[in-house]
C-alpha cells in the first residue's frame, strides 16, 4: 500500500491521452518502477568474509580461533540484538563459538539457529533436544537478487518467517557466521529494520551499540539500501 501511495501521483497525473504513453512518461515510470539490475558480480570480487573475520579477531589481539582477551572492546561470543517485550524472545549475533558450544547455546536458551555461511556445519542440528536450522547464505545474495524489489523481499522472506515464529514462540535466535560480525552482522541489521522499522543506517548504529563487531562490509551496503528501498521506495533513495 505504501509504495502504491507513493506512485499515485505520478498515476492521478498522468492523463488518459497520448502523454501517459510518451517515451518520456514511459522513461520515468521505468525508473520508479523498478531497482536498477545489479551489475555482475564475482566471487573474486567478494571480500573472503572468513579472512576478514580473521584479521578482525587479530585487530582485537585475539587468537586465529577468536580466543583470548579482546584488546580494545568487549567481544563476546554472542550479544542479544532485539527482545521482544510481548513473547520473550531474543535474537542474539555470535561467532564460531556460540555456533559450536551446545553450554553457550544452553545457556541462552538458543531454539533456533541461522547459519549465514556455507561452509561452517550446523554442529547440533542432529543432537536430541537441539536447536533448528535455517542456513542463509547471505554472501551471494546477488544470485537471488534481480534488481526487482520483489526479490529482495523473496531472498530475506526466508530468514525473517524463521526468526519470527521463533520469536513470537518465546525462542532464543542465535544468528551465527564465523566472527559474529559480517554475514551474521548485516542479517541482523536486516531483522532489526524488519522488527522495528529502522531505516538502515539507523539500525545499523543500533546493532553496534549492542555489538560493536558487527560491521557490513563488501556488497552487504547495497542489500541493505536494496531492502529499505524494497519496503518503502522513497527510503533508498536517501
Not at 556445519?121 to 537471488?144: K, Q
Not at 521463533?166 to 542465535?174: D, E, R
Not at 551496503?221 to 527510503?235: F, N, S, V
Request: aromatic share 8%; hydrophobic share 40%; charged share 20%.
Amino acid at each position: 500500500r505504501r509504495r502504491h501511495r507513493h506512485l499515485a501521483p505520478d498515476l492521478q497525473t498522468a492523463s488518459a491521452d497520448a502523454s501517459s504513453t510518451s517515451p518520456r512518461f514511459a522513461r520515468r515510470w521505468r525508473r520508479r518502477a523498478a531497482t536498477p539490475p545489479l551489475p555482475p558480480m564475482s566471487r573474486g570480487a567478494q571480500p573472503d568474509y572468513d579472512d576478514e573475520a580473521r584479521k578482525l579477531w587479530s585487530s582485537l589481539g585475539l587468537d586465529a580461533l577468536g580466543q583470548g582477551v579482546p584488546a580494545r572492546h568487549s567481544y563476546n561470543a554472542l550479544d542479544a540484538i532485539y527482545r521482544d517485550a510481548s513473547t520473550g524472545g531474543v535474537v542474539y549475533v555470535g561467532n564460531q563459538t556460540a555456533a559450536s558450544s551446545r553450554k553457550v547455546q544452553q545457556d541462552h536458551n538458543i531454539t533456533h539457529v541461522v547459519n549465514c555461511t556455507d561452509n561452517m556445519p550446523n554442529y547440533h542440528e542432529a543432537a536430541a533436544g537441539g536447536p533448528t536450522y535455517l542456513r542463509f547464505n547471505i554472501s551471494y545474495w546477488f544470485n537471488a537478487v534481480d534488481g526487482t524489489p520483489a526479490s529482495v523481499l523473496a531472498f530475506t522472506a526466508q530468514v525473517f518467517d524463521f526468526v519470527e515464529a521463533a520469536v513470537a514462540s518465546g525462542g532464543a535466535v542465535l544468528i551465527h557466521c564465523l566472527a559474529g560480525a559480517h554475514r551474521a552482522g548485516t542479517t541482523g541489521v536486516l531483522c532489526l529494520m524488519r522488527k522495528t522499522g529502522l531505516d538502515r543506517k539507523a539500525a545499523v548504529a543500533a546493532a553496534k551499540k549492542l555489538r560493536p563487531a558487527i560491521d557490513p562490509i563488501g556488497s552487504f551496503p547495497e542489500l541493505l539500501k536494496r531492502y529499505e528501498e524494497a519496503k518503502d521506495p522513497k527510503a533508498g533513495r536517501k
